[in-house]
């Protein structure tokens, strides 16, 4: 069945620091992955997506994703982190032919000055 | 892209009452789901809204419980009926535009 994890439910950095936030999934063919950015009292806001090609994807807000096959994974990092990235962070997998989405548990991300 | 807008953004409702949510889009979108977000956890798909048709629900979801209608391209509503304090949770619905989910706001649903 497809799944979606993200291992890690709250992190914590300080403002500037790099950031990298771990999803891994379970897809039996060649996923169309996504994340998403919910801030507080806010709809959810699509940072990047991987349907195929090159597997570095680059996305707004200085976010970028990497897919890694051989890991099923899609990791997002951002080199330097800004105050106003503290929200929940979901990644997600597409179903093909489908649009349905499938969302993983979601990580908090808490960014201190 | 699309801006999707739902109405109401909250509200409280006491136990065996219903809530139908409203949601609209600014553009015609192919595709329209209704998610469901229970406390603290993740978006778990109720169904997929079809335009004239009756909406496909996912496992565990049924049409008495979520009458969903979508009577165009733009415009979707979300009933939740005979309602308990479990279904107290925020509903989002989302649409569709060139392979892009955008989603709306969200309603934040209480049952006393």
């Known amino acids: 069945a497809q799944s979606v994890t993200q291992p890690d439910i709250h992190i914590t950095v300080s403002e500037g620091a790099s950031l990298e936030l771990r999803c891994n999934y379970s897809?039996?063919?060649?996923?169309?992955l996504f994340w998403y950015v919910q801030s507080p009292g806010q709809g959810l806001q699509l940072l990047l997506k991987?349907?195929?090609?090159?597997?570095l994807v680059q996305g707004i807000k200085g976010f970028e994703a990497e897919f890694k096959r051989s890991q099923s994974s899609f990791n997002l990092r951002k080199p330097s982190v800004h105050w106003s990235d503290a929200a929940e962070y979901f990644c997600?997998?597409?179903?093909?032919?489908?649009?349905?989405?499938?969302f993983g548990t979601g990580t908090r991300l808490q960014v201190f000055p | 892209s699309a801006v999707i807008s739902q109405k109401p953004s909250r509200d409280i409702c006491q136990r065996g009452t219903s809530l139908t949510i409203q949601c609209q889009v600014d553009?015609?979108?192919?595709?329209m789901f209704w998610y469901r977000q229970q406390p603290g956890q993740s978006l778990t798909l109720i169904a997929t809204?079809?335009?004239?048709?009756?909406?496909?629900?996912e496992s565990g979801f049924v049409i008495d419980k979520f009458p969903i209608s979508r009577p165009n391209l733009t415009f979707s509503t979300l009933t939740v009926s005979n309602l308990s304090p479990e279904d107290s949770s925020i509903y989002l619905c989302?649409?569709?535009?060139?392979?892009?989910?955008?989603f709306g706001p969200g309603t934040r649903l209480t049952v006393t």
């Open positions: 809204a079809n335009q004239g048709s009756e909406a496909t629900y």
């Open positions: 553009s015609q979108v192919t595709m």
């Open positions: 989302s649409g569709v535009v060139q392979g892009e989910q955008y």
């Open positions: 997600a997998v597409g179903l093909y032919n489908t649009d349905k989405l499938i």
């Open positions: 991987y349907f195929s090609g090159d597997t």
């Open positions: 897809y039996g063919a060649t996923p169309y």
